[in-house]
């Protein structure tokens, strides 16, 4: 990380004799403990923000260029690179979206498979983030590794929970990262009963090691900051939604998947190589952990409710530090779950459902990355081939959300030493586990021919 502070708090005077402190600018060249290259600015003037930006500069990947021309069945196996750290998200918003177009329905067994390989995602993830990038910010600490030197047994039982949940994508999609038995319709091989009890001892294992860890990091100390934010994430009838449902919000939204395009627009601005989000007609929004449990929290199973309102939360939640006990709950949920799955499994007739015909059309799908919601369209020709795709990464949705935090914190910010008001800063970017290359792949091409 480079930072570079200018900062002027002295005061100056006012025509009315009175001190008031001159403007102060926070920034931060290259965010650390998040995944690809960011930077913030904050000014602030008077005690309040005048400028905030979460500038994004990593180049453009062009990945919906990139799927033009290729085959439906490509497009999980593309589209799972262009995040090592949630591939399966991709792979799942990609499968229900070429299964929409296509008319494939997968039976409960092939749905609960899915399930259990994205509850895998979620623990792993959410781990990596919960004990190596955020949790130092909340003990004082500037990485993990220093962390671990005066915490190491609470560093190990996150890592050691990352290990299950790598267990369980590695079993069910054939390796830990970019997983390559999943396939449009299902998986290629199914596991059997034997190979899904194997995990059991583990699953079991990180399902105590969470409860302890959420206990734990329930008496951390966590900056106050409350955020009237509207919350938008996937909603089921009868379970926590991970990777279906409808698309609902705190505002009253309630559609299907395939309307997101009329509710939802993009735009881009000047600071950053990624598109951001609005919902038409209003403003900004947030997805992730914090949408679904405020969403969401009447899903989680009993005992995980129980869990979360014994480490002192409860809906609304609205505090975006407190999302580090959130990701912990949905842990929690995620162990629960697995182990469910696995011990009532009983194998797929077929390990996949074929496309009742190959057609032309446009396929939605969407899914909960664990950062939050991952949307998929598809347009298909008669043979299938890809003619035109849209990927809508959550951190590109969260952006303008880390942008309007940092000006609510920005009065606090106002009065705390220099070097701590740039830590809280980046910490409040972490709040939300950006995601920086997932969110850059968009590609805007303007063909302009000279008149003949």
Known sequence: MSAESRDNARGSGSPDGALRPE??????????????????????????????????????????????????????????????????????????????????????????????????????????????????????YPDAVAMARDHRDWVAKGLAIKKAGNAVVALLGGREIHPVNTRVGGFYSAPSRAELARLLPELRAGRERTRACLSWMATLPCPELERPYEFVALRSDDVYAITEGRLVSSGGLDIEVRSYDAHFIEEHVSWST????????????????????????????????????????????????????????EILQAFEESIRIIEAYAPPPAPFVAPPSVRAGTGYGGSEAPRGFLYHRYTLDAEGTILDAKIVPPTSQNQLSIEEDLCALSPSLASLPLREATARAEQAVRNHDPCISCATHFLTLRVEEAPR
């Open 23 to 140: 403007p102060r600018t926070i920034s931060v060249d290259y965010l650390a403990r998040v995944e690809g290259e960011g930077s913030l600015t904050l000014v602030i003037e008077d005690g309040r923000a005048k400028e905030a930006r979460l500038s994004i500069f990593e180049p453009p990947r062009f990945f919906e260029a990139f799927l033009r021309g290729r085959g439906f069945a490509e497009a999980p196996d593309i589209t799972s690179r262009i995040c090592g750290i949630c591939p399966v998200a991709y792979i799942t918003s990609a499968c229900r979206a070429m299964e929409d177009a296509l008319g494939i329905e997968l039976g409960p067994e092939l749905r609960a498979l899915r399930r259990l390989l994205y509850c895998g995602e979620w623990i792993e993830s959410h781990a990596l983030h919960v004990f190596l990038l955020h949790a130092p910010d909340f003990l004082g």
């Open 274 to 329: 990624a598109l951001r989000s609005r919902i038409r007609g209003s403003g900004s929004y947030l997805c992730g952990p914090l949408a679904r449990f405020n969403l969401s929290f009447d899903r989680l199973l009993p005992e995980v409710q129980d869990a979360a309102r014994a480490a002192g939360l409860a809906v609304p939640c609205r505090n975006p530090f407190r999302s580090l006990l959130v990701r912990l709950v």
